[in-house]
């Protein structure tokens, strides 16, 4: 069974509480049970961490590349600056899904960029807790593709 690690960045375990206008009220332990479930009826394993340090989230990736099978990152504002972040994305082979919530495109300019999104595997953002699932999707096809 694939093991994917759903790994989220700086204020995601505040969701539900954080600008809930933008974000929406489901709270991140909402988010890795509907990502458990999914993966369930995909015969996908999911391991689940955040973390609001950036070192933390550079160490999980690192790990990742011989522990997991994919990782679906959601690496919050680090997404748009950091650039230690995108080289650790690049030093694995691991595959590696990038999700926002919101569609970073229609807000503030400075989140139009992402730093990580020349070194992923593909970007998801917009559709709220649904871009997690299609992100496991998007892994799952990626690893039949490759595997046909």
Same mark, same amino acid.
């Given at each position: 069974?694939?093991?994917?690690?759903?790994? /989220?960045?700086? /204020?995601?375990?505040?969701?539900? #509480?954080?600008?809930?206008?933008?974000?929406?009220?489901?709270?991140?332990?909402?988010?890795?049970?509907?990502?458990?479930?999914?993966?369930?009826?995909?015969?996908?394993?999911?391991?689940?961490? #955040?973390?609001?340090?950036?070192?933390?989230?550079?160490?999980?990736? #690192?790990?990742?590349? /011989?522990?997991?099978?994919?990782?679906?990152?959601?690496?919050?504002?680090?997404?748009?600056?950091?650039?230690?972040?995108?080289? %650790?994305?690049?030093?694995?082979a691991?595959? +590696?899904?990038?999700?926002?919530?919101? /569609? +970073?495109?229609?807000?503030?300019?400075?989140?139009?960029?992402?730093?990580?999104?020349?070194?992923?595997?593909? #970007?998801?953002?917009?559709?709220?807790?649904?871009?997690?699932?299609?992100?496991?999707?998007?892994?799952?096809?990626?690893?039949?593709?490759? %595997?046909?």
């Amino acid at each position: 069974m694939p093991l994917v690690l759903i790994l /989220n960045g700086p /204020n995601l375990n505040r969701l539900g #509480q954080r600008e809930p206008d933008v974000y929406g009220r489901v709270t991140l332990d909402e988010i890795e049970r509907m990502c458990r479930a999914h993966g369930a009826r995909h015969g996908m394993e999911i391991e689940t961490a #955040q973390s609001n340090h950036e070192g933390v989230l550079i160490d999980r990736i #690192q790990a990742a590349d /011989n522990e997991a099978d994919g990782v679906v990152l959601n690496a919050g504002a680090y997404t748009h600056t950091s650039v230690a972040l995108r080289d %650790a994305i690049a030093s694995v082979a691991v595959p +590696v899904v990038e999700v926002h919530l919101s /569609n +970073v495109h229609a807000r503030e300019g400075f989140r139009h960029r992402s730093c990580i999104a020349p070194v992923v595997l593909g #970007q998801i953002a917009g559709f709220g807790p649904a871009s997690y699932l299609l992100a496991l999707d998007a892994l799952r096809l990626h690893w039949e593709a490759s %595997a046909g």
